[in-house]
């Protein structure tokens, strides 16, 4: 019932920053919140950043804690991920999620490569 599109996605050199966005559509007007996980060759899907829709709470992993910055625009659905100090670490393809009527639903992901 809801749809995701995330764009932003691309290749930078270690210490560079790049700016994930993610459009939820469709049955979007009970948004609790929405978020970004990562997952690196090899690993499992890692938990990244989330924001309450309705009062804007923030809440970070520690390994991107300072350096990545989540937002959202309530009027576009839109949430965004502002990352800082990329580090090679930082390589990973990463998802868009929004948890509406107590259900997930996910973007396709798109790769972020951080070359050193």
């Known amino acids: 019932q809801v749809q995701l599109v995330e764009s932003g996605g691309g290749l930078v050199q270690a210490g560079g920053s790049l700016r994930l966005s993610c459009a939820a559509s469709?049955?979007?007007?009970?948004?609790?919140?929405m978020g970004w996980f990562r997952q690196a060759p090899g690993k499992e899907r890692e938990f990244v950043a989330t924001?309450?829709?309705?009062?804007?709470?923030?809440y970070y992993a520690d390994s991107v804690k300072g350096r990545f910055t989540i937002s959202r625009d309530n009027a576009k659905n839109t949430v965004y991920l502002q990352m800082n100090s990329l580090k090679p670490e930082d390589t990973a393809v990463y998802y868009c999620?929004?948890?509406?009527?107590?259900?997930?639903?996910w973007g396709q992901g798109t790769q972020v490569t951080v070359s050193s």
């Open positions: 469709g049955r979007t007007f009970s948004i609790y919140a």
């Open positions: 999620n929004v948890n509406s009527d107590s259900r997930v639903y």
């Open positions: 924001i309450r829709w309705s009062g804007g709470s923030t």
